[in-house]
């Protein structure tokens, strides 16, 4: 890469000028005018705006140097792409020494590990220092500790190319920052910001929680809890307003000298509700407010925690620089922090314990920022098209829900997106027409900038924001992240002016907008269960909700416009709440029900026509049989717009989940949904592919319902077309040629180890000789084409048998006592010596069966003819009189119907995938007339070629010599081909067709 004429322009001149640059005189706006700003353009990033970008889209942020407490509130540059943060650059006038100064890379590395950038610059331009701020920032770090590369100016044009490959904005849009990050292993150690936020906030939960119970002892476990939620809350809420230059820094600092502290915290949140008005400082009563906080004011606490609190707030102690630490950030903190609850003992001491649905859960999983933007966008992105902003314009009177708000991240999100986009409609419609009158909606910074007034950025809030949480910590913490976000980008000045301008405090309150109950249980649970019979805990646990009381105006009105969100997947309800919940989504109810489920049903009644449903949700929902009602109801009732099997997208777990986006109008014959796969990419990569339309595809809506068990498809809907076409040629079903006794499992044994045996032991302890019967028990044993039968016998009871008459058998699993843990058998529903499903024993002693392989997401199946008992590793099916097995084996190991199990089972990728009778029992087995003479050839072709495959597998299993095992494998090879051939004939595939087929085996 030819290094650029300018930049050795400037690098001349620093040269020249490098002995007057290095006095102190020449300062540091000086260096960034005339070398940091050339530097950057030459590198392709629009320093100065020139192309006019919104405040939104900016490439470059330039940040004032206000200092604060010494230390300047916000780095000097932020390079953005699409107004998302991608690294810090702090400038420093050539006379400061970077190589060696500690100050400046401390600061740097508190930024940017702040703001959990991954990078960040350090330069005066003489010298160029990179730092890996994913390393937690300890003031005794020494200068280089994360210094990933140091360069002086005398390097740019040798080191050009390697500067441009990952400083560029073209790199950063071609991914080669993101892999340089990579190639530079995190060390050791590496705590991230929010989870050393976690670590910090927990603590300061258990020394209040213990200091508040020991002073305390009068207070409720839930009075407890809330004390430390709130006071924990304040102190965050205050600590970022200080560094964002809203309050006077050094506040919180100040009461660390000197005694009483909380006595002057509460000095310090009394004015805060003079000031802010949020129901986050609200302790006296007021006109049309909720109640008010009568606990927290009266409260014990010693200053030792407080003061301990306070030590590791500022700077140089604190790596935390809260003016850059986001919202996002702030939220996946919030989330994980109200995964555990303050317990008191019988003593009134407090103990944190994990929620008991977290733990079953196995943690507390934050939605990356990227799905929360895609579902906004697809839902109240599409609410606005069309729309005015203004308190007249149609934008105000939208209504977005999340039912199971968290720590708010979907609406905050949503919230930033109405921000932004009321902003930019106002610029766009003239900014003064905005900017006058008593109410003006619009403002200009000192910088020149337009922004929202606090006023307008609190009316957007209260009109378009709504969230529901079972629990009361959690809708405090969305209250807070909230209230934050009203505040953003404000100081101490802008809001001192609007406050004199409006004559009003300067948040709002929103308790009318984000509520705490049971989004999925309303009033009408008690008319079963009357409340006289639950306990207090039980009724604060269930939190009953009743919507069209809490959001009256709203449900009269035909509900919400949009309904996103997260809802908890696998939460853990009593048997009470179950039974409710059955018989009010008994529409949707196949078998095995999940919450998740629940709140699909029961939010997709609470948006109104054309309005918008979106969340994130289990992949298992595009396919699982237990959610088949649940997809015909929405393909019946509403109009699909995207669906997307996501995979793993959550940080350090495996729960592949995917996006289901609908608008609640009726379906036509000709509507589309947009589907994608992104299942299989890497987590970075999903974050660009969400957002290419090239890697859509569309499906009409109605053709969902005609594939079995109504899967939501989302990849390649054309190989479905061969799907249909099967369904055209004249077929039964496979449950229709099977036998009466259809399509079962293996036997189930409570413990192999105990009813599975080989012959030494049966010997060995005399085992009842009736009662034993061949066995194979899965993949290990059965092949393609083949039963590799090993020494494996069956102990075949039954709670039908006397086992006094099985004394030996009794004996042996004996043994097996302390490691069968059944539930069944410790209720005594079966006997510890039975089998926990034996089956009928029918199934077993048919001449001829065919077995088949669960475990796996293709058809692997053989013939039986020794009447073998499996387990439930395997599925078993006998074939009707009227067809042969042969010809029967053959369509099932063909390459075609493993494509089209695959297409229906959607189990390929997945880490335990299954072969599942219910869709086996749908595949079209082609029916023959065999009086025609085609039908006939190909009939007794495939019978004889699979007779050859029988005898060929076989042959090969007894094989010992190398070049017989060879020969065998290509006739075998050459078989499987002939065999796949006849049955595309079979089912008349052409060309294209079949290279489908082959492409996707």
Same mark, same amino acid.
């Given at each position: ?36 700003? =050339? ?196 102190? +965050? ?86 003016? +850059? ?53 697809? %839902? ?75 006023? $307008? ?19 405090? +913490? ?105 018989? !009010? ?83 036509? %014959? ?13 987590? %970075? ?7 290419? !339309? ?62 599975? +045996?080989?012959?030494? !032991? ?5 085992? $009842? ?100 008992? =499996? ?129 996707? !085996?």
């Amino acid at each position: 890469m030819n290094v650029p004429d300018r930049i050795k322009e400037l690098t001349e001149t620093f040269d020249y000028n490098l002995e007057s640059y290095k006095k102190g005189i020449y300062n540091e706006t000086q260096v960034r005018r005339e070398f940091i700003d =050339p530097f950057f353009e030459e590198l392709g990033w629009d320093v100065a705006n020139k192309k006019g970008y919104a405040e939104a889209y900016k490439d470059v942020i330039h940040e004032d140097a206000i200092k604060v407490g010494g230390v300047t509130k916000a780095p000097d540059y932020c390079f953005r792409i699409g107004g998302a943060r991608k690294f810090f650059l702090e400038a420093k006038k050539p006379s400061i020494n970077i190589q060696e100064g500690i100050d400046p890379a401390y600061q740097l590395r508190r930024y940017g590990w702040s703001a959990k950038l991954p990078l960040s610059i350090l330069t005066d331009f003489e010298e160029f220092a990179v730092y890996d701020c994913r390393v937690k920032p300890v003031k005794t770090d020494k200068v280089s500790h994360s210094r990933i590369l140091y360069l002086k100016y005398t390097d740019y044009a040798d080191r050009w190319e390697e500067i441009a490959s990952v400083f560029s904005r073209d790199a950063i849009l071609k991914g080669s920052f993101d892999k340089y990050i990579e190639s530079n292993k995190i060390r050791k150690g590496t705590t991230e910001v929010d989870a050393a936020f976690l670590q910090e906030i927990e603590r300061w939960r258990e020394l209040l929680a213990r200091n508040i119970a020991l002073r305390n002892p009068d207070l409720s476990q839930r009075e407890l809890n809330f004390a430390v939620q709130q006071t924990i809350d304040r102190i +965050v809420f205050l600590r970022i307003c200080e560094d964002r230059g809203m309050e006077a820094y050094g506040g919180l600092m100040a009461l660390r000298n000197g005694e009483n502290v909380y006595r002057r915290l509460f000095h310090l949140f009394n004015k805060a509700d003079e000031k802010y008005n949020s129901g986050l400082f609200h302790f006296t009563k007021e006109k049309d407010r909720e109640n008010y906080d009568n606990l927290t004011p009266f409260l014990q606490i010693d200053d030792k925690p407080l003061k301990d609190i306070f030590n590791n707030l500022y700077y140089p102690e604190s790596p935390y620089e809260f003016s +850059v630490l986001s919202a996002d950030i702030l939220g996946q903190v919030y989330e994980k922090f109200l995964g555990k609850v303050i317990r008191l003992t019988a003593g009134h001491q407090a103990k944190i314990e994990e929620k008991p649905e977290v733990r079953k859960a196995g943690g507390v999983y934050y939605t990356p920022g990227y799905i929360v933007d895609y579902i906004v966008k697809n %839902t109240v992105g599409k609410l606005v098209e069309g729309k005015k902003p203004g308190p007249r314009g149609g934008v105000s009177h939208l209504k977005i829900l999340d039912p199971a708000c968290g720590s708010g991240s979907f609406l905050i999100g949503a919230y930033q997106f109405l921000l932004d986009w009321h902003r930019d409609e106002y610029i766009n419609d003239g900014p003064e027409n905005w900017s006058k009158g008593k109410t003006p909606r619009i403002y200009q910074s000192r910088k020149g900038e337009w922004r929202l007034t606090t006023e $307008e950025r609190k009316r957007i809030l209260t009109n378009n924001i709504y969230g529901v949480d079972i629990d009361h910590q959690a809708v405090e +913490v969305t209250k807070l992240s909230l209230l934050l976000k009203v505040l953003e980008g404000e100081d101490e000045q802008s809001i001192g002016k609007q406050m004199l301008m409006f004559q009003k405090r300067v948040l709002p309150d929103l308790s009318n907008n984000i509520k705490c109950g049971n989004s999925l249980i309303g009033p009408d649970f008690y008319e079963h269960q009357p409340m006289s019979l639950l306990g207090e805990g039980e009724i604060f646990r269930v939190n009953a909700f009743d919507w069209n009381a809490e959001f009256a105006e709203i449900m009269k009105d035909g509900g919400f416009d949009a309904v996103i969100g997260n809802p908890p997947w696998g939460a853990e309800l009593s048997e009470r709440e179950l039974s409710y919940l059955r018989r !009010t989504n008994k529409d949707i109810i196949v078998r095995m029900i999940d919450s998740f489920m629940y709140f699909i049903h029961q939010s997709s009644q609470k948006v109104k026509t054309l309005g918008y449903f979106g969340m994130i949700l289990p992949d298992v929902l595009l396919y699982q049989i237990d959610n088949e009602k649940l997809r015909r109801y929405i393909i019946n009732n509403f109009r699909i717009k995207n669906i997307l099997n996501m995979g793993d997208v959550f940080d350090k777990v495996s729960r592949p989940s995917s996006i289901l986006i609908f608008e609640n109008s009726n379906p036509s %014959t000709y509507s589309t949904a947009q589907v994608a796969d992104l299942a299989s990419f890497i987590k %970075t990569d999903k974050v660009a592919c969400i957002t290419e !339309t090239s890697r859509y595809e569309r499906i009409n809506q109605r053709d969902l319902n005609d594939i079995p068990g109504a899967l939501f498809i989302t990849s390649k809907p054309d190989k479905y077309k061969i799907w249909a076409k099967l369904n055209e040629i004249p077929n039964n079903l496979l449950n229709e040629v099977v036998d009466a006794d259809g399509i079962q499992r293996g036997v189930s044994p409570d413990l192999k180890e105990a009813f599975l +045996v080989d012959s030494n !032991t049966a010997n060995k302890f005399q085992l $009842e000789e009736k009662k034993l019967k061949k066995s194979v028990t899965g993949g290990v044993h059965v092949k393609r084409y083949f039963i590799n039968q090993p020494d494996l016998w069956l102990i075949y009871t039954s709670r039908n048998d006397d086992f006094q008459k099985l004394p030996k058998i009794c004996k042996y699993i004996d043994q097996f006592k302390n490691e069968i843990t059944c539930k069944e058998v410790k209720q005594n529903k079966h006997s510890i010596y039975s089998l926990h499903r034996p089956r009928k024993e029918q199934i077993f002693l048919k001449n001829e069966k065919i077995l088949g392989v669960i475990t796996g997401d293709r058809i692997i199946a053989a013939l039986d003819d020794s009447r073998v008992y =499996p387990t439930d590793g395997l599925y078993l099916l006998g074939v009707d009189k009227m067809i042969n097995a042969n010809y029967l084996l053959g369509i099932l190991n063909s390459k075609l119907f493993v494509f089209i199990y695959r297409l229906l089972a959607i189990e390929k990728g997945r880490i335990l995938p299954q072969v599942k009778p219910t869709i086996l029992s749908k595949l079209p087995i082609r029916t023959l007339n065999l009086q025609d003479s085609e039908d006939k050839y190909l009939y007794d072709q495939i019978i004889s070629l699979v007779d050859q495959m029988l005898e060929l597998n076989k042959k090969l299993a007894e094989s010992k010599v190398p070049r017989t095992t060879e020969m065998l494998r290509r006739q075998i090879e050459s078989t499987d081909k002939q065999i796949d051939q006849l049955v595309y004939k079979l089912y008349d595939l052409t060309e294209e067709e079949i290279k489908i087929v082959e492409s996707e !085996t």
